[in-house]
């Protein structure tokens, strides 16, 4: 932890069987009234243990925090706490730590979790369905709100599946998460293993199937049913790969055609409610269609701040609703994910783990977007040729849209997105 941080419990979230922690900042600074400080110097003959977290009663005087008693204080005998959005919260099946959550006021997506702040809404009925400081899993996205599973408290109200008003509550991100490595990119014993491990699986899944059915009654869809358990492509075609683990580089090429795919024909996400809309998802995608167009869709992409938005713009009365992808820092931009990304948290959908865990990648390609890290520093190149003949270190260097030359290993990719490969559609922001 931070040397500057202090975690201390949070009353109003900790509920009966959790305790909820919230990150302060210290901050070396004058500390207003009711402002929490921790002691770090005695100048003023205070009866206060260094370290100790104490709350300002006066300009010039601090209360401890379980009595009324207080003292004198300087500034320089304190650092204020300023409280952070971050939480440490035990999760459910845990190893008994706490994990480190950032509380984010944005609209929550299928399959994130959300925490309780406050029951200002009406579904909250004065905490009959949820009270602040409750933790829920997000199972449908709602007018108003979600819908969002309870059963992860200690005390919730029937089978635990209630809306919760937007007002209420904050999306919990995991801050410092591991991310769980892709089969593909593990080694050989441990692809093996975890094949194994799902053919088991398989194998009980398929024994109890038989078991169900006896010798009697045994219909065709029986059989396509066993043998969907019995012989499920993923894995059969996955022994063959054991041979060979791909490189990061083609984990990301994969990861880049599944997000080219998700975009490329629309008509599959027909029919998802739109969140703050009253009407489904019904696209134009320039295809024949069962359904009547309704939603034209437009992705808005931001280079300088390697963002990209879904604008989804509804016919009938403009309606606009958005979603929002950002490159995390240190990342390599790449516009494809960040549409695919994008559209499904403007739907409301659950975003797959593997596009926001993507491998960097490896291999500098022609129209990738670099930054030359030698001397020169010259930043935002795009690529024209990789070895190009014609030069004395041709295997060593490429060259550049408008011209010049550099050492390959002088040469950082910053964005692999290769717009010039795509037909999708886009609008750029400079």
């Known amino acids: 932890m931070n040397a500057n941080i202090t975690v201390l419990k949070d009353e109003s979230l900790s509920g009966a069987g959790r305790v909820v922690e919230r990150e302060y900042r210290e901050v070396k600074r004058k500390a207003s009234v009711d402002e929490l400080v921790k002691v770090v110097d005695n100048t003023s003959s205070h009866r206060f243990s260094i370290g100790e977290i104490v709350r300002m009663s006066g300009s010039n005087q601090a209360q401890y925090l ?19 959005d971050t939480l440490h919260i035990n999760t459910p099946n845990g190893d008994g730590k706490a ?9 929550a997506a299928v399959g994130e979790r959300v925490i309780v702040v406050s029951m200002l809404g009406g579904n909250s009925a004065s905490g009959r369905y949820y009270k602040t400081g409750d933790i829920a899993k997000v199972k449908r996205i709602k007018d108003r709100g979600v819908l969002a599973d309870l059963t992860e408290n200690e005390d919730y109200r029937g089978g635990g599946q209630w809306n919760i008003d937007s007002v209420d509550y904050r999306v919990l991100e995991p801050v410092d998460a591991p991310t769980p490595a892709p089969l593909s990119a593990k080694p050989a014993p441990d692809q093996a293993a ?21 010798t009697a009654d045994v219909t065709d869809e029986d059989v396509a049913e066993i043998s969907r358990i019995a012989l499920d492509p993923p894995v059969s075609s996955g022994t063959a790969k054991l041979t060979r683990v791909k490189s990061p580089q083609e984990i990301r090429d994969d990861i880049v055609k599944r997000a080219k795919e998700d975009l490329a024909d629309l008509r599959k996400f027909a029919g998802t409610k739109v969140p703050n809309d009253f009407v489904s998802f019904w696209p134009h995608t320039g295809r024949s269609t069962d359904y009547s167009p309704m939603h034209t869709v437009e992705y808005v992409v931001n280079r300088d701040k390697r963002t990209v938005v879904t604008i989804i713009r509804s016919d009938c009365r403009g309606h606009i609703t958005r979603g929002i ?5 240190g990342d390599v931009f790449n516009s494809h994910i960040g549409r695919a990304i994008a559209l499904r948290r403007a739907l409301g959908l659950e975003i797959p783990e593997e596009y926001v865990s993507a491998p960097q990648p490896t291999e500098i390609r022609v129209g990738d977007v670099v930054d030359e890290t030698d001397r ?6 795009v690529v024209d040729a990789v070895r190009p003949s014609g030069y004395s270190s041709s295997e060593e260097g490429l060259t550049f849209e408008g011209g010049g030359w550099a050492y390959i290993c002088e040469c950082k990719i910053i964005d692999d997105s290769r717009e010039s490969d795509s037909a999708e559609p886009r609008k750029e922001v400079a």
């Open 376 to 381: 020169m520093e010259r930043k935002g190149r």
């Open 66 to 84: 379980d009595k009324s008693d207080w003292w004198m204080v300087k500034d320089a005998d304190y650092l204020a706490l300023e409280p952070s």
């Open 194 to 214: 975890e094949i194994i491990a799902k053919l088991t699986g398989r194998v009980a899944a398929l024994e109890k199937r038989v078991a169900a059915l006896g």
């Open 99 to 107: 994990a480190r959550f950032r509380m984010v006021d944005r609209k």
């Open 325 to 329: 992808a950002k490159c995390a820092p």
